[in-house]
């Protein structure tokens, strides 16, 4: 366990380091300046050339990636080129919380609405229940998440009022209901379907048949049974969305006026933030590599099976 | 022992759909002016260039205001007064003016505003707005380092003087813009970059920030020591939108979460024209701009004057006003805008669809036969790629030539054009909005200055605009501008197409928010709640 | 349809087995049904009566009607012809950059896993900093990238590409874009794959017996990786039609005047509160079709491999 713990943070480092090359490397491809704010006229030649000296933007491009690397490692991610009087620090303590907050309720939403759906659809003798579910679930992952939010907001905030059309005001008031939602579709649609095909296979799996020989009640089979042993790929699925849920979605935090990460990765993109977007993948990167070790963390927790396979 | 597990489950359950249905906010009491706007690049009035100018103009103010006819409307001066040579400018304060700690606005706050813009350590966009000042653009370019001999003088505790290099009429009206007012100095030499903070934020305007988070609001509060009438609305809450500000404000506008919005999504303006009520509450006012397709003059066949004039020729500019704006935005015939001295429609070019086929079949492509297929590039912002569509077909169904379009986000599109210096383009569509009311804003800044990478060369023109910038005449300077304007058209190395309006939507329980000067601005201090 | 015509009727039965497998299954008919029609629109979109690209002012916007069967847009072309051709495009795209991402991801994958050691080592450390990358937000960087590199009038050797790109208008960019960022699962998977079949006795005695690397592959592990790939076909393809979509609301999509779902959907987005038509339409044909190809693509998990159809298919 200890071993292989050490092992996967030791394999991240490698997985960071290529992520930082190829964002410092794509960012500074992009043509487009940090410096042009989109105003009727574009930027003097002297003024660029000022302030890309002041941000050492006039170095060697492989100066510039050595010393960012090197300031990064100490936990310092450097300026914001956009507002200059932020560090990239400030705006990923200031906008990662409200994403992973959002993200964290519509995870929450989704496991806890997918499970018992995914379960019932399994279960249920009823084809139209069955098909109700897997209708909404698979709904749930055709629809891009932008119509979903606007479709959201016009309806229930425009036309009904029920909900504020824009903005933030805190995760337990209204104007968080149309992001969870949004957020959750997807992640509760995979969840749904993947659970509703594990707890079928484990149905037919031998102990399972044995306990309902010995006239074991149906519920609690399913929760000492078949959940758990189901809960694995449902666990695996959710894992591999909630890198996303957690960081933000871009669409709808515009959309929904959420000052979030996933917004301000897009507003950096956009202005040329050449700190903000290296600053904030390597963010999203190690995030993405701590919920894929704590996914395979769970299996040693549910399955004594990887326990073992892993001590290999 | 599983029922109390579900149980549990159950209350969890419970808790966080209560928790998530929480009350709506109502709407907050009418003591303040709530309103969406766009993330301000810059609160610092000496680096904003873009629309953060107008949640600026809330905070800061400058000397004074244009008003229609193109006089000074005095403000924060109490006197402006152009010294006989016709280069010295001599300003003195009114007293009554004061930062929103109750400090006086000095005279060496506004020298050291203005200097500060222009030192090349600030790298301040808005530095072009005092080209006109003595040794300011040496300065600016780091080619002279000592401040000092830069035109701007404190003269004593309130008064100051502006010295141009040359006679400069237009600079009147841009002793009126927004992007130049005073910052306190003592607080910006002492917190450098976080002076902007709202705890060491002082300003001279109707208003003080209050409160701001990054990305998501802003919130002023009267100034207390404001020199002018004091405003009737107290407090103002500004949502801050990315993106498609304009939807946003709409929505929210329309479930009556805020009280104005500054634009109406080109989509929604039929419908909010059609509505009874919603129509009502819109305020249009045309802009001094003008959106425009041009060419790449140094090549062919762009530089042939017959091909643009029959590409001119055959463009349909009711279907482009109709299409991107339900007919709001204007026709336009000239570049230069009815409302700037020196423009005359008359100069527009004539003729007819037949005209421009001719035309094109003696540049030696009849029937469009042997154009090269050529490229229209444009910003993905506004309703560009609808024009450039509008335009595809056409050139196409009138002329026989066949375009591509080439659609590029914002900040790339910006970085092409500058490369556009050095390299090819065939067309592309832009824009220019009006700073100040001056013709120098368009034939110099504009044409001669060429930001936008026309490459228009003419002698006649080029002598002409020179002689213009000169003279202190305003009669014989519209005169020279009118002779520009006449070649300018003629050539047409740009053709004009629409003049867009701006359409603000006020509730109706807002009154007195007017539209200020050529760059539209607001001013929520002169404005009350019914 | 085509991903059903990718697996090589080996023999026969095989043909029969899939006729019956379908006809028992009332769902996937109809969802194979559905595919045909959008198929048959796009292919023949040139016999509608209207043209996709023919604009009129006077008539923009119009809801649906006899004339217009589903309305018309902002330019007042008819919506029926441009969802036409729209499919014919974003499917182009959608099957082209699953070629690109498919075969990128088995060579990836195969090459790994064959490899072993120090190469596997690498590339899987690779494959992993692309995963840990946000995959629309990848997207929207190489699509500014590309499209800002080879839309202007370039020279020199990229003078090809750049033509090509604008002949294409713009799609080009998406589809490379789609292409170089989706192969990252389907590596994954046929690594595992090769990986589990690598020590497979007859692929050991094929190397005693003294046979090519290359004819290994060829020969064995390939074939025996094509479940795999078909089951990654099923969830790369859903997911590049929406991140098209997705990077049309950006605006760093296909550029008019050619029609996509992706850029049809994100117009009507927009155009939600007041003309709804432009949004339901196209949102439907979306949403339809990926409902298809999810029934199609677990069909196929079903009859191929069950054990593997836990599979990622995320979309943000």
């Known amino acids: ?312 | 022992m599983l029922k109390s597990h579900v149980l549990k489950a159950f209350a969890i359950a419970a808790l966080f759909t209560t928790a998530l249905a929480g009350p709506v906010d109502a709407a907050s009491d009418k003591s303040a002016f709530r309103m969406i706007v766009g993330e301000p690049r810059y609160m610092d009035p000496n680096l904003a260039a873009d629309f953060a100018i107008y949640v600026n103009a809330q905070l800061f103010q400058p000397l004074a205001r244009t008003d229609k006819d193109g006089n000074l409307v005095l403000l924060q001066a109490k006197s402006i007064e152009l010294a006989p040579d016709g280069r010295t400018w001599k300003i003195a304060l009114n007293p009554d003016y004061k930062w929103s700690n109750g400090q006086p606005v000095t005279a060496a706050d506004w020298v050291y505003s203005w200097k500060r813009i222009l030192d090349p350590k600030t790298g301040s966009e808005t530095a072009s707005f005092l080209s006109d000042v003595e040794n300011a653009m040496d300065y600016n370019k780091g080619t002279l380092t000592d401040a000092e001999k830069v035109g701007i003088k404190a003269t004593g505790e309130y008064t100051f003087e502006v010295v141009t290099a040359l006679p400069a009429p237009q600079f009147r009206a841009k002793l009126a813009l927004p992007y130049l007012t005073p910052v306190p100095k003592a607080v910006v030499e002492e917190f450098g970059e976080k002076w902007v903070a709202p705890e060491h934020m002082l300003s001279n305007g109707p208003y003080k920030l209050v409160s701001r988070v990054n990305d998501q609001s802003i919130v002023m509060e009267a100034n207390p020591h404001y020199g002018g009438a004091k405003p009737a609305i107290p407090r103002i809450e500004m949502t801050i939108a990315s993106g498609d500000q304009c939807t946003a404000q709409l929505r929210a506008y329309e479930a009556d979460e805020i009280d104005f919005t500054t634009c109406v999504p080109s989509q929604d303006i039929a419908r909010i024209r059609g509505d009874a009520d919603l129509g009502k509450q819109l305020d249009p006012f045309a802009l001094a701009a003008t959106e425009w397709v041009q060419f790449d003059m140094r090549q062919a066949p762009w530089s042939d004057k017959r091909v643009r004039h029959a590409l001119a020729l055959v463009i349909d500019r009711q279907a482009i006003v109709t299409a991107v704006s339900d007919g709001t935005n204007r026709i336009a015939t000239t570049i230069v805008p009815e409302s700037i001295p020196g423009s005359n429609t008359a100069d527009a070019l004539k003729g007819s669809i037949e005209g421009a086929k001719k035309l094109l079949a003696e540049a030696g492509f009849p029937d469009g036969k042997g154009f090269p297929q050529f490229t229209i590039s444009t910003t993905s912002t506004r309703e560009r790629p609808l024009i450039a569509q509008l335009l595809q077909q056409m050139w196409s169904d009138n002329l026989g030539i066949q375009a591509n379009i080439n659609v590029l986000e914002a900040n790339a599109f910006r970085a092409w054009v500058q490369t556009r210096k050095t390299e090819k383009y065939d067309i592309m569509i832009n824009g220019w909005w009006s700073d100040y009311a001056d013709p120098a804003n368009w034939f110099g800044d504009l044409v001669t200055a060429d930001p936008r990478q026309n490459h228009f060369t003419n002698e006649a023109f080029a002598e002409i605009v020179k002689k213009a910038d000169a003279e202190t005449d305003p009669a014989k300077r519209a005169e020279l501008y009118r002779q520009a304007n006449k070649i300018l058209e003629e050539e047409q190395p740009m053709t004009a197409l629409q003049n867009p309006t701006d359409l603000w939507m006020v509730k109706p329980d807002v009154q007195g928010l007017a539209h200020e000067g050529v760059l539209n601005m607001y001013h929520i201090g002169e404005a009350a709640f019914k | 349809m085509s991903v059903l015509d990718l697996a090589p009727p080996r023999d026969a039965g095989m043909v029969t087995r899939l006729w019956r497998f379908i006809r028992h299954n009332p769902a996937l008919s109809l969802a194979l049904a559905f595919l045909l029609l959008v198929l048959a629109l796009a292919l023949f979109s040139s016999f509608l009566p209207h043209d996709a690209y023919r604009q009129n002012v006077l008539v923009r916007n119009s809801g649906p009607s006899l004339k217009y069967w589903l309305g018309t847009d902002a330019l007042g072309r008819d919506m029926v012809a441009r969802l036409a051709v729209g499919a014919r495009v974003s499917l182009t795209v959608a099957v082209a950059s699953t070629i690109i991402a498919v075969a990128i991801g088995v060579l990836v994958g195969t090459i790994a896993a064959y490899a072993g050691g120090f190469i596997d080592n690498a590339i899987m450390r690779f494959v992993d900093s692309m995963y840990a990358f946000p995959d629309t937000l990848f997207a929207i960087l190489f699509a500014a990238l590309i499209k800002g590199q080879l839309g202007g009038d370039v020279s020199g050797w990229m003078a090809p590409l750049a033509e090509a790109y604008r002949l294409s208008g713009g799609l080009l960019g998406v589809l490379l874009t789609l292409g170089l960022t989706g192969w990252v699962t389907t590596s994954r998977l046929v690594r595992a794959q090769v990986l589990s079949l690598k020590h497979a006795e007859y692929v050991l005695a094929c190397r005693l017996a003294g046979a090519s690397h290359w004819f290994i592959i060829r020969k064995h592990l390939l074939p025996n990786t094509l479940p795999v790939i078909l089951i990654a076909v099923t969830f790369v393809v859903p997911n590049a039609i929406l991140l098209e979509a997705g990077l049309s609301f950006i605006g760093v999509g296909i550029d008019p005047p050619t029609p996509s779902w992706g850029t049809m959907i994100a117009s009507g987005a927009q155009s939600i509160q007041s003309y709804p038509h432009l949004l339901v339409f196209p949102a439907l044909a979306i949403g339809l079709t990926l409902l298809a190809l999810n029934v199609v693509g677990d069909a196929l998990r079903d009859l191929l491999d069950p054990a593997v159809s836990a599979s990622r298919g995320a979309a943000t």
């Not at chain 1, 964290?104 to 009823?126: D, E, F, I, N, S």
Request: proline residues 6%; hydrophobic residues 50%.
């Open chain 1, 1 to 312: 366990m200890l071993s292989f713990l050490i092992k996967r943070i030791l394999s991240a480092i490698p997985t960071l380091l290529i992520a930082y090359t190829l964002v410092f490397f794509i960012a500074h491809a992009t043509p487009g300046s940090p410096w042009d704010s989109g105003g009727n006229r574009p930027i003097e030649p002297s003024i660029k050339a000022v302030l890309d000296a002041k941000y050492n933007l006039d170095k060697p491009l492989y100066v510039q990636y050595t010393s960012y690397l090197w300031n990064a490692l100490q936990g310092d991610f450097g300026p914001s080129y956009r507002d200059r009087t932020q560090s990239v620090n400030d705006i990923v303590a200031r906008f990662l919380p409200v994403s992973l907050k959002l993200g964290a309720a519509a995870m929450l939403l989704a496991v806890l609405l997918g499970l018992p759906l995914g379960a019932l659809a399994a279960l249920t003798r009823h084809p139209a229940v069955d098909g109700l579910i897997r209708m909404i679930s698979t709904l749930g992952i055709s629809m891009p998440t932008y119509v979903v939010t606007s479709i959201l907001i016009v309806s229930l905030g425009v036309g009904l009022g029920l909900v504020p059309t824009f903005g933030w005001k805190g995760l337990f008031t209204a104007s968080s209901l149309v992001p969870i939602f949004s957020l959750a579709l997807a992640p509760l649609a995979a969840v749904i379907r993947c659970f509703r095909t594990s707890m079928l296979e484990v149905m037919n799996l031998d102990f399972v048949r044995t306990a309902r020989a010995k006239g074991m009640k149906p519920l609690p089979i399913i929760i000492h049974h078949m959940g758990r042993n189901a809960l694995i790929p449902a666990i695996t699925v959710a894992g591999s969305y909630a890198a996303y849920v957690l960081v933000g979605s871009f669409f709808v935090e515009s959309i929904a006026g959420i000052p979030g990460f996933g917004r301000y990765f897009v507003l950096a993109i956009a202005a040329r933030d050449y700190p903000v977007i290296i600053g904030t993948t390597l963010i999203y990167a190690v995030i993405v590599v701590v919920i894929n070790l704590l996914v395979d963390l769970s299996y040693f927790l549910l399955d004594p099976r990887a326990r073992l396979e892993q001590g290999r």
